[in-house]
């Protein structure tokens, strides 16, 4: 690269204003004042639109190409490929694995075009400051604008028009499945159907032909009240088909036989509950509540006797058995929710009801 200079001699000061000079040179002028100098300055390339330079720019515009054809193909995938849970193995177990390595490659892409055009395209410079704290000048300000605008002139962008296309194609893209996800969440009615999955677990009667449903051991067998030993606690099911399986992951509760005078205090807040929900929800000295945390959605198991603590060992979460399971220590902000209570006429625990409070961590849909 050459150049006309019209620097002044060393310790001389240039008048920036000066029309006859080049962005160049009130690049150099602005360096020299900051006591910069260029000991490097050179193109990769022998004269513009050289061979090597095209071969360069093609490779460049090829990698923002295949970035913005794969950030294409992940909005595409987005919309059209399968994403909704089934049991099995179907074509929504691919749907993660596609949105992230179409993704993932797109940025790659994009990374690799992007050091490809720094370390190829840009003139190799090596300069060496000696810094200093003084005010900026108006006229080091113009200088620093007039460096922008010569670093953008550096890029090339204006004389390679295939850059300027492929940039264009590549972005594009890739802004848009920047946006996707946003606007995806969008596009359909979370609310939509009469009863949104996540507000129903197995102990809904709906899963049980509108019939209470059983509390059931993992292997299906049915509890009677006389099955907990006083202060034990055990893990149970909906006894539907499937139920302690990850058809109903939502599902697990824990069923503790508390002591008498344990007992009588958790009835006391569960009936004095502001919302009403727990209400009612007791059985003699048993109580259930979910097993899901609603921190993260860990398995909230470690039953503390002696002070009526169930812990999660995740993150630590710690919730007050006999004060509606309200948290006490750790992450989680919400109690966990407590599942109604009695016998049928068997005298097998049944749920009165599903959960009234929804059941896990937290999600937007939730009111």
């Not at 995740?314 to 016998?343: D, E, K, W, Y």
Request: net charge negative; hydrophobic share 40%; proline share 7%.
């Amino acid at each position: 690269m050459t150049a006309v200079h019209h620097s002044g001699e060393a310790g001389t000061p240039v008048d920036v204003n000066d029309p006859h000079l080049t962005r160049f040179d009130v690049v150099k002028e602005g360096l020299r004042r900051d006591d910069i100098e260029i000991v490097t300055y050179e193109s990769h390339f022998h004269g513009q639109n050289s061979k090597a330079e095209k071969r360069v720019v093609r490779n460049i515009s090829f990698l923002f190409v295949l970035s913005g054809l794969l950030s294409a193909a992940f909005l595409v995938f987005y919309i059209v490929w399968p994403w909704e849970f089934e049991l099995g193995h179907t074509l929504s177990d691919y749907y993660t694995p596609i949105l992230g390595v179409t993704l993932g490659l797109g940025l790659l892409a994009l990374g690799f075009a992007i050091l490809a055009w720094a370390k190829k395209l840009l003139p190799h410079e090596l300069s060496i400051q000696q810094r200093h704290g003084d005010p900026s000048s108006d006229d080091e300000r113009l200088i620093t604008g007039q460096t922008m605008l010569y670093v953008a002139d550096e890029l090339g962008v204006q004389r390679r028009p295939l850059l300027k296309g492929a940039i264009g194609l590549g972005m594009l893209p890739l802004g848009l499945a920047a946006a996707a996800p946003l606007v995806g969440g969008l596009i359909k009615n979370p609310h939509g159907d009469p009863e949104p999955m996540m507000f129903r677990t197995g102990f809904n009667p709906v899963e049980n032909g509108n019939k209470l449903v059983r509390l059931t051991r993992e292997d299906g067998t049915p509890i009677r009240p006389e099955d907990v030993s006083t202060g034990g606690q055990m893990t149970v099911f909906p006894g539907i088909p499937h139920g302690a399986t990850n058809q109903h992951a939502d599902s697990p509760t824990l069923l503790i036989h508390l002591r008498a005078d344990d007992a009588a205090e958790t009835r006391k807040n569960a009936e004095a509950d502001a919302n009403g929900r727990n209400k009612g929800s007791m059985y003699g000295n048993y109580v259930a509540y979910s097993k899901i945390c609603t921190h993260a959605g860990c398995p909230a198991s470690l039953y503390e006797q002696q002070t009526n603590r169930l812990l999660c060992p995740c993150h630590q979460s710690q919730f007050l058995i006999t004060n509606n399971a309200q948290p006490v220590f750790g992450p989680a902000t919400r109690r966990l929710p407590m599942l109604p209570l009695t016998v049928d006429e068997e005298g097998f625990f049944v749920a009165a009801s599903d959960f009234k409070d929804t059941v896990g961590p937290d999600f937007w849909e939730r009111p």
